[in-house]
């Protein structure tokens, strides 16, 4: 089955400047790749999703690429704020609930802390 | 509009008894999930269901009953609980025009002792 990893387990980055999280999936047939951020005490949101057509997409301060070769995704967040602090989880999926493949498989998470 | 509710929130129990998590969803979702976090380990799909009446088995579903009754509701239950099912247990559901996107509740904090 789909194996996510993800890096890295935590992350600080000093307000304003910039943060990134790669994860690598091993099903080459995944093709699509969200990313959710869980804060503090709550259930993971989704922020940002990417299929595999497409090489990035961008969402004001967030982005997301695809290397389909690679076979790994990156979330970059741009200008962080202390708002950004949360646990970011990658996911992949490969024909989501189709021909009975299983829902998204989630990577272990990356603790980001913003500095002020 | 509330979204997906669990309950309860926080719960202990001893090594042995059992219970049932209530996850409900008022956005009229065809599918619903039922995940686990542990530290380290992120989050693991336990069952899901495509709708009412169905229900599947995901990677990590040993220990673990659910039933799908209702549309809305999805139980997740624990007939004798072990200290490895301490866990943060989270319910999520998606709607079928874009049923990857997955809205999740808040989360129950179960302790086993």
């Known amino acids: 089955g789909e194996n996510v990893e993800q890096h890295p387990s935590t992350l600080s980055v000093q307000e304003g400047d910039s943060a990134v999280i790669k994860c690598t999936y091993s099903?080459?047939?995944?093709?699509?790749f969200p990313w959710y951020k869980q804060e503090l005490g709550k259930g993971p949101q989704l922020i940002i999703d990417?299929?595999?057509?497409?090489g990035e997409k961008k969402d004001q301060r967030i982005a997301v690429t695809l290397n389909k070769t690679a076979k790994h995704f990156s979330l970059h967040i741009t200008e962080t704020q202390p708002e950004d602090s949360a646990v970011y989880f990658c996911a992949a999926s490969k024909g989501f609930l189709n021909s009975g493949n299983t829902p998204l498989v989630f990577g272990k998470g990356t603790r980001l802390s913003v500095i002020a | 509009n509330a979204g997906v509710t669990q309950t309860p929130k926080f719960r202990v129990l001893k090594t042995g008894q059992s219970m049932t998590l209530l996850c409900a969803q008022d956005?009229?979702?065809?599918?619903m999930y039922w995940y686990r976090q542990d530290p380290g380990m992120g989050l693991r799909l336990i069952h899901y269901s495509v709708g009412e009446g169905t229900t599947a088995k995901g990677e990590v579903p040993d220990g673990y009953n659910v039933s799908r009754l209702k549309k809305q509701n999805f139980l997740l239950g624990l007939e004798s609980a072990a200290p490895s099912q301490t866990s943060v247990y989270f319910c999520?559901?998606?709607?079928?025009?874009?049923?990857?996107?997955?809205?999740f509740g808040s989360g129950t904090q179960l302790s086993v002792l």
């Open positions: 990417i299929r595999s057509n497409v």
């Open positions: 099903d080459s047939a995944s093709n699509y």
């Open positions: 999520a559901s998606s709607y079928g025009g874009r049923r990857e996107k997955l809205f």
């Open positions: 956005m009229n979702h065809e599918y």
